[in-house]
Protein backbone atom coordinates (compact mmCIF):
# COMPACT_ATOMS: atom_id res chain seq x y z
CA UNK A 1 0.00 0.00 0.00
CA UNK A 2 1.33 3.55 -1.34
CA UNK A 3 1.62 6.02 1.82
CA UNK A 4 -1.13 8.43 0.95
CA UNK A 5 0.36 11.89 0.69
CA UNK A 6 -0.28 15.21 -1.25
CA UNK A 7 1.04 14.59 -4.33
CA UNK A 8 0.09 10.93 -5.03
CA UNK A 9 -2.32 11.55 -7.45
CA UNK A 10 -5.82 9.72 -6.97
CA UNK A 11 -7.84 7.61 -9.12
CA UNK A 12 -10.85 9.46 -9.76
CA UNK A 13 -12.33 7.28 -12.39
CA UNK A 14 -16.10 6.67 -11.95
CA UNK A 15 -17.01 9.30 -13.70
CA UNK A 16 -19.71 10.92 -10.96
CA UNK A 17 -18.84 11.91 -8.11
CA UNK A 18 -20.34 9.41 -5.54
CA UNK A 19 -18.31 6.48 -7.49
CA UNK A 20 -15.41 8.18 -6.56
CA UNK A 21 -15.74 8.77 -3.25
CA UNK A 22 -17.01 5.18 -2.35
CA UNK A 23 -13.43 4.26 -4.38
CA UNK A 24 -11.52 6.28 -2.08
CA UNK A 25 -8.41 5.47 -0.99
CA UNK A 26 -7.99 4.58 -4.49
CA UNK A 27 -4.14 4.30 -5.29
CA UNK A 28 -3.66 1.46 -7.67
CA UNK A 29 -4.19 -1.94 -5.36
CA UNK A 30 -6.91 -0.22 -3.46
CA UNK A 31 -9.39 0.01 -2.42
CA UNK A 32 -9.21 -0.36 1.12
CA UNK A 33 -11.16 -0.50 4.34
CA UNK A 34 -8.90 2.48 5.97
CA UNK A 35 -9.21 6.19 5.25
CA UNK A 36 -7.41 8.78 6.34
CA UNK A 37 -8.03 12.66 7.29
CA UNK A 38 -5.16 13.58 5.26
CA UNK A 39 -6.84 11.01 2.17
CA UNK A 40 -10.19 12.55 2.57
CA UNK A 41 -8.92 16.25 2.30
CA UNK A 42 -6.89 15.37 -0.75
CA UNK A 43 -10.67 13.78 -2.27
CA UNK A 44 -12.68 16.96 -1.49
CA UNK A 45 -9.99 18.69 -2.95
CA UNK A 46 -9.20 16.43 -5.58
CA UNK A 47 -13.26 15.94 -7.12
CA UNK A 48 -13.27 20.22 -6.62
CA UNK A 49 -15.79 19.78 -3.63
CA UNK A 50 -13.09 22.58 -1.66
CA UNK A 51 -10.25 25.25 -3.18
CA UNK A 52 -6.85 23.84 -1.88
CA UNK A 53 -7.17 26.87 0.59
CA UNK A 54 -9.85 25.07 2.07
CA UNK A 55 -7.80 21.54 2.22
CA UNK A 56 -4.67 23.19 3.65
CA UNK A 57 -6.66 24.85 6.28
CA UNK A 58 -8.73 21.44 6.63
CA UNK A 59 -5.45 19.64 6.94
CA UNK A 60 -4.64 21.33 10.13
CA UNK A 61 -8.31 21.10 11.57
CA UNK A 62 -6.71 17.37 12.49
CA UNK A 63 -4.50 18.88 15.04
CA UNK A 64 -6.46 22.13 15.90
CA UNK A 65 -9.86 20.70 16.73
CA UNK A 66 -9.09 16.57 16.70
CA UNK A 67 -13.24 16.23 17.58
CA UNK A 68 -14.44 18.02 14.55
CA UNK A 69 -11.61 16.04 12.16
CA UNK A 70 -12.64 13.01 13.74
CA UNK A 71 -16.68 13.26 13.82
CA UNK A 72 -16.34 14.18 9.96
CA UNK A 73 -13.82 11.08 9.12
CA UNK A 74 -16.05 8.83 11.07
CA UNK A 75 -19.48 9.92 9.15
CA UNK A 76 -17.13 9.85 5.71
CA UNK A 77 -16.37 6.32 6.27
CA UNK A 78 -19.87 5.48 6.96
CA UNK A 79 -20.73 7.04 4.12
CA UNK A 80 -18.32 5.79 2.39
CA UNK A 81 -19.07 1.98 3.31
CA UNK A 82 -22.67 2.47 2.79
CA UNK A 83 -22.28 3.66 -0.63
CA UNK A 84 -19.93 0.51 -1.55
CA UNK A 85 -22.61 -1.09 -0.22
CA UNK A 86 -25.27 -0.06 -2.17
CA UNK A 87 -23.72 0.00 -5.31
CA UNK A 88 -22.42 -3.27 -5.07
CA UNK A 89 -26.29 -4.55 -4.86
CA UNK A 90 -26.99 -2.19 -8.12
CA UNK A 91 -23.75 -3.62 -10.12
CA UNK A 92 -25.00 -7.40 -8.58
CA UNK A 93 -29.49 -6.66 -9.76
CA UNK A 94 -29.81 -6.75 -5.83
CA UNK A 95 -32.11 -4.97 -3.27
CA UNK A 96 -30.28 -2.09 -1.68
CA UNK A 97 -30.85 -2.78 2.26
CA UNK A 98 -33.07 0.51 3.93
CA UNK A 99 -30.28 0.90 6.61
CA UNK A 100 -27.65 1.11 3.98
CA UNK A 101 -29.60 4.50 2.63
CA UNK A 102 -29.69 5.67 6.35
CA UNK A 103 -26.19 7.25 6.17
CA UNK A 104 -27.09 9.26 2.82
CA UNK A 105 -30.16 10.43 4.12
CA UNK A 106 -28.54 11.68 7.36
CA UNK A 107 -26.32 13.53 5.35
CA UNK A 108 -29.41 14.96 2.73
CA UNK A 109 -31.21 16.07 6.11
CA UNK A 110 -28.60 18.19 7.73
CA UNK A 111 -27.17 19.68 4.56
CA UNK A 112 -29.43 22.63 3.50
CA UNK A 113 -28.55 24.19 0.43
CA UNK A 114 -29.98 24.80 -3.24
CA UNK A 115 -29.41 23.84 -6.67
CA UNK A 116 -27.60 26.35 -9.29
CA UNK A 117 -26.72 26.12 -12.47
CA UNK A 118 -23.53 26.76 -13.68
CA UNK A 119 -21.55 26.59 -17.10
CA UNK A 120 -19.28 24.00 -17.71
CA UNK A 121 -17.47 23.41 -20.83
CA UNK A 122 -20.02 25.27 -22.89
CA UNK A 123 -22.38 22.79 -21.04
CA UNK A 124 -25.04 23.84 -18.58
CA UNK A 125 -25.25 21.71 -15.67
CA UNK A 126 -27.40 21.29 -12.25
CA UNK A 127 -24.85 21.79 -9.35
CA UNK A 128 -25.78 21.58 -5.88
CA UNK A 129 -24.35 24.48 -3.68
CA UNK A 130 -24.60 23.61 -0.01
CA UNK A 131 -24.97 26.55 2.87
CA UNK A 132 -21.98 26.41 4.86
CA UNK A 133 -22.51 25.80 8.25
CA UNK A 134 -20.54 23.32 10.08
CA UNK A 135 -18.35 20.59 8.51
CA UNK A 136 -20.99 18.25 7.10
CA UNK A 137 -21.50 20.25 3.80
CA UNK A 138 -18.48 18.88 2.90
CA UNK A 139 -20.43 15.83 2.19
CA UNK A 140 -23.56 16.73 0.70
CA UNK A 141 -22.71 17.30 -2.84
CA UNK A 142 -21.72 13.63 -2.70
CA UNK A 143 -24.75 12.45 -0.36
CA UNK A 144 -26.66 14.14 -3.30
CA UNK A 145 -24.79 12.36 -5.83
CA UNK A 146 -25.22 9.38 -4.38
CA UNK A 147 -28.48 9.05 -3.93
CA UNK A 148 -29.16 10.06 -7.61
CA UNK A 149 -27.56 6.97 -8.65
CA UNK A 150 -29.26 4.97 -6.35
CA UNK A 151 -33.01 6.50 -7.99
CA UNK A 152 -31.59 5.82 -11.45
CA UNK A 153 -30.67 1.97 -10.46
CA UNK A 154 -29.99 0.21 -13.45
CA UNK A 155 -30.01 3.34 -15.66
CA UNK A 156 -26.64 4.66 -14.19
CA UNK A 157 -24.99 1.67 -15.64
CA UNK A 158 -22.54 1.12 -12.70
CA UNK A 159 -19.77 -1.40 -13.39
CA UNK A 160 -16.89 -3.10 -11.17
CA UNK A 161 -13.81 -2.85 -12.28
CA UNK A 162 -13.32 -6.92 -14.29
CA UNK A 163 -10.25 -7.16 -12.18
CA UNK A 164 -11.07 -8.90 -9.06
CA UNK A 165 -8.27 -7.91 -7.13
CA UNK A 166 -9.66 -3.84 -7.81
CA UNK A 167 -12.85 -3.64 -6.99
CA UNK A 168 -13.16 -0.27 -7.94
CA UNK A 169 -16.61 1.11 -9.32
CA UNK A 170 -17.39 3.09 -12.54
CA UNK A 171 -19.68 4.54 -14.66
CA UNK A 172 -20.22 2.90 -17.99
CA UNK A 173 -20.46 5.56 -20.10
CA UNK A 174 -18.96 4.49 -23.66
CA UNK A 175 -21.17 3.78 -26.48
CA UNK A 176 -20.85 0.36 -26.74
CA UNK A 177 -21.44 -0.24 -22.82
CA UNK A 178 -19.02 -2.77 -22.80
CA UNK A 179 -16.32 -0.73 -20.46
CA UNK A 180 -14.82 -3.48 -18.29
CA UNK A 181 -11.74 -1.75 -16.79
CA UNK A 182 -11.77 0.68 -14.31
CA UNK A 183 -8.81 2.01 -16.00
CA UNK A 184 -7.22 0.82 -19.36
CA UNK A 185 -3.78 2.26 -17.91
CA UNK A 186 -4.05 0.37 -14.49
CA UNK A 187 -6.07 -2.78 -14.69
CA UNK A 188 -6.94 -2.95 -18.72
CA UNK A 189 -3.07 -3.53 -19.74
CA UNK A 190 -2.33 -5.80 -16.59
CA UNK A 191 -4.78 -8.15 -18.11
CA UNK A 192 -3.55 -7.80 -21.36
CA UNK A 193 0.13 -8.53 -19.93
CA UNK A 194 -1.09 -11.51 -18.30
CA UNK A 195 -3.02 -13.12 -21.00
CA UNK A 196 -0.59 -12.62 -23.57
CA UNK A 197 2.17 -14.29 -20.83
CA UNK A 198 0.02 -17.39 -20.37
CA UNK A 199 -0.96 -17.69 -24.48
CA UNK A 200 2.98 -17.76 -24.49
CA UNK A 201 3.89 -20.21 -21.69
CA UNK A 202 1.10 -22.40 -22.72
ZN1 LIG B 1 -9.46 -1.72 -11.87
Same mark, same amino acid.
Given at each position: MPSPNL @? @?? *? *? *?? &? &??LALDFANIPSYPGSPAEHLSWEELIVFLQASQIISAERGSSLLALSGSDPDAAQSLLSRSIRLRDALRKSFGAIVRKELIAREWTEPINQILRITEGHDEIVLEENTWKMEFKAREGGLDWLLAAIARSAAEIIVEGAQARLRICANPACGLFFSDKSRTRRRRWCSMAICGNRHKVASFARRHVS
Open positions: @T @TP *L *L *LV &G &GR
